[in-house]
């Protein structure tokens, strides 16, 4: 009798885990086994096959603050996320501004705004490559121009940003409409009644109005452009020179191309306390910023 | 507060959505300067839609709105020069109160201390000043309603439309705000256009009433015409509370007298009506009398009246169904015949449910109605 209460009483605490186990394993194989293998392996010397062999400490962060390439990936990718960010919050909102009423046809356009949430960066970037190709490229075709979009430093990082905007625009665009569809129609009347032209309601109510989302966007979009890889490995492996050397692109480059998986994950670790500091940053500045 | 002139003027005004139904037909109205004006009835009956299209935020599908002999139909609303209080206040949630009042003027650019200004003299009329830097959610009800009526009064509009602005409020804020309501149109010398289901609001604060049924005008009067010369059965039920009682009965020619037949306990002698003559014309015709609750006595009540005032007063056996005190009055329900009525009576009456009364109807301040269309029989005569 005692027996079985005890067990039932061990069956009603174990239980709750149970129930976790199967996320908790899938996050313990996906990501915090491999989080916890970044930071070992970003300690060591790697063979070919990454096998851990040499202990050197914070020797390989040390050899990434003194390489010039490594300053090189962090300048291209700021200057890539403050593009890919901007520019793809900006599509979003003007789209979700434009399709904030009904008329006919209106689902058509709906669509289409979204629809780059749905394409695959590898397929887009295909798809850009031709577009931008210096001869027979239709962006050239349009423009009357001889550039070699990819292959001059001067725009290939401009190139891949603006392809990474339009791939996120489309999510962005979802949630700036049903932050839109969220502000009161009543505000929008008495502002027209009271005076207010639509330049002024979009500055005093409908930006306000999108406060939180976005904020969410904004944190969103900035993890998602650091993370980029897809676009510049089709488009320009990184290239010409070092240009598009994005640091996603260059922690790939470091384990698969050089075979130097302990530099590749200090890389990986310095990227997620990049983001982590960012997002702290940008949620303290949210408490202090946005009052709604 | 220096303004100009406002003279409203509505022509054929129809609104008609592509289903095709039609929520005003036909509306005429003028509205004169410094109009207090109620555009009352049940919901769906199209008032707001009219101020709507006023205020231009609907278009009138066929008809003309004039203001200051200036046709708006196709002006945008902010050119209209007139300024609205919405039913849910409107409030611009990301500002403060200070704005939410100072917008219409910041969005005209007017100079910052001249803003500053005005805003401080409408918050000391409506008694928010120490509001000013907070924020709508932290307001109450009562608040944000003077927030509202602040931001529609700063910009001196030609006039102010409002949507029932008092109906999300609680019974006893809105009495005050009523009153407040009352001496600000004093002040401001401003025309008010004002939406209301409720008879109440229309008939203390109106100069003129508009009352609407279905999309048209029954009756656009003052409060008291409306109650006294009702047009039709419906703006007799409408304005009064209790709402006036109806009758059915024949109108009868026995002993040279006019008698209003209701059934078999009652019968009304008709010769101190105010419309007697009329009522000639409807002999052996059904009409639906209509008399108002506080126009049926008690017998007390009969008996303290000089012999002046009871004449015309009919004594009828009713038999009392429930009572309601509501302190200084009673409410009285009964049936009389086949009918359920009300009386309103002194505080005095402590009758039960079930007794069998007598009270009195005063049948010199009954009305008349033609049983088929419900007109007033007065206006009959009228044409």
Redesign the interface.
Known sequence: MKIGAEKEKLGKKIEPYLFLMPSLLVFGIFLFYPFAKTIYLSLFKTNKMGQAKIFVGLGNYIELFTSKSFYNSIGVTVVFVAIVVVLSMALGLLGAVLCNRSFPGIRIFSTAYALPMAIASASAALIFKIMLHQSVGIINKLLHLEINWISDPKYALVCVAVLTAWLNSGINFLYFSAGLANI?E??Y?????????GI?KFF??TL??L?PILFYTLVVDVIQAFQSFGQVKILTQGGPGESTNLIVYSIYRDAFFNYRFGTAAAESIILFLIIMCLTLVMFKIEKKGV?? | MGRSMAQLELRNVTKRYENGFEAVSNFNLDIQDKEFIIFVGPSGCGKSTTLRMIAGLEEASEGEIWIDDRLVNYVEPKDRDLSMVFQNYALYPNMTVYDNIAFSLQVRRLPKKEIDNRVREVARILEIENLLDRRPKDLSGGQKQRVAIGNAIIRRPKALLMDEPLSNLDAKLRGQMRVELAKLHERLDTTFIYVTHDQTEAMTLGTRIVVMKDGRIQQADTPKMLYEHPVNRFVAGFIGSPAMNFLEGVVCCEEKKLWLRCGARMDFELTWCSVYSVLTDYIAKTVTAGIRPEDIYLEEEYRKMGQEEQKGLKAVKVTVTARELLGAENILYFQAGENDLIAKVGPECAYRSGEEITLYFDTKRMHFFDAGIGMNVERCELG
């Not at chain 1, 009347?189 to 032209?197: F, K, L, P």
Request: glycine share 16%; charged share 30%.
């Open positions: 009161d009543t505000l009347e008495r502002a027209s009644v009271d005076g207010a032209n002024q005093r109510l306000p109005g406060g009052k709604y």
